[in-house]
């Protein structure tokens, strides 16, 4: 099933990379935000979920994730996967790093 193999392959990007709760937050807040977000509005979010989150370690975050492929990024726009097995597999991945932390 695509959404196990999205959640394993997001799941195992997020336990290597060196903020796995920084990472997850960035997720929850495009997520929190309709799916889409600009990096001030990200940063936001990022800030009142976790506290702490200078907003240039938001903007490498998100550059990381569009690299990696698991988000897109269009003008001043970062965007999750806009199908509902991509997007359901991360959004399962980073809730079962955050709960195993």
Do not use: C
């Amino acid at each position: 099933m695509v959404i196990n193999e999205v959640k394993e392959e997001f799941k195992g990007f997020l336990l290597g990379s060196q903020s796995p709760e920084r990472y997850s937050a960035v997720i929850i807040a495009l997520d929190r935000l309709g799916g889409k977000g600009t990096l001030g509005e990200v940063a936001k979010v990022v800030k009142a979920l976790i506290g702490e989150a200078p907003e240039s370690r938001v903007y490498e975050i998100l550059n990381r994730l569009v690299n990696t492929g698991f988000i897109e990024r269009i003008d001043d726009e970062y965007i999750l996967p806009r199908d509902a097995p991509n997007r359901k597999g991360m959004l399962m991945a980073l809730r079962e790093v955050i709960s195993q932390r």
